[in-house]
């Protein structure tokens, strides 16, 4: 990809499954990558890529529903970076209700995939401003297109995804800033495995019942969805923002 290399870039939720493989590529590009996560193996994970790439990796252990670790998190980024180029908005809760859903589990999603992703970007916008442009990229989904049965609680936070990057677009277009989202299938990683077992239902069973409502016929990779952001967050896409790029396998297609 045209232009990463040298770049700073914070990824939210980047010690595993999808976020470990975005952080992993655009390191890989030859960027400085600082991993935004709460997972206990965050540390070993950015220390992993740094071996494997030979460029810089930094862990900050931070809870994005938490306003100040957020803000001194970016302090530490700024005394060592000076400023960022990417983002990633990749962190997300994972909570599956509908109708019956409590104002506590409302909240708790709330507190993460939209609000926690507001802040994590307006502590991130200064540092981008200073850089004279930037790019990025929030993960959004399928299911932000369309109803599920028992999803509203996280369906409605990625059609919300959607459109907060629209909004961002329009609001830091001025200063060189893209922002579009990047739009999931089913990917098999351990998060898929988790939300099966948090739903009481047998995970390789669901990837089989998944895997035929793709066009492709099979769930997509971490590595494959990474690719994609890698290309939204290039110079090769610098006459994009404000869209919403599918990576599904066809799954809307159909």
């Known amino acids: 990809m045209r232009g990463l290399t040298g770049k700073v870039a914070v990824v939210t939720g980047g010690a595993r499954g999808l976020g470990e493989a975005i952080a992993r590529r655009l390191s890989e590009e030859g960027c400085a990558v600082w991993i935004f996560d709460l997972n206990p193996d965050g540390a070993e994970t950015a220390a992993h890529i740094h071996r494997a790439t030979g460029h810089p990796v930094y862990y ?16 530490r980024v700024a005394e060592s970076s000076s400023i960022v180029d990417i983002l990633v908005n990749n962190a997300a809760r994972f909570i599956f209700k509908g109708v019956e859903a ?45 109803g599920q049965p028992s999803f ?22 001025a200063f060189r800033i893209r922002v579009n989202s990047v739009c999931p299938g089913y990917i098999r990683t351990q998060a898929f495995d988790d939300s099966c077992i948090q739903l009481g239902i047998d995970p390789e069973a669901e990837n089989a019942r998944i895997s035929l409502q793709h066009i ?36 809307l297609a159909k």
Request: hydrophobic share 40%.
């Open 152 to 173: 509203a609680t996280y369906n409605a936070t990625k059609f919300a995804i959607r459109g907060l990057t629209k909004c961002w677009a329009i609001d830091l277009g």
């Open 102 to 146: 409590t104002s506590q589990e409302w909240k708790s999603i709330l507190d993460v995939n939209i609000i926690g992703t507001s802040l994590v970007t307006r502590n991130c916008v200064p540092l981008m401003k200073k850089a004279g442009k930037g790019a990025i990229v929030n993960l959004s989904s399928v299911s932000g297109f369309i």
């Open 216 to 251: 492709l016929g099979r769930q997509g990779t971490a590595e494959e969805v990474s690719g994609v952001v890698a290309f939204m967050v290039s110079e090769d896409a610098s006459f994009m923002t404000g869209e919403d790029v599918m990576v599904d396998g066809g799954y």
């Open 60 to 75: 900050e252990n931070v809870d994005i529903s938490q306003e100040t670790n957020i803000e001194e998190a970016f302090l």
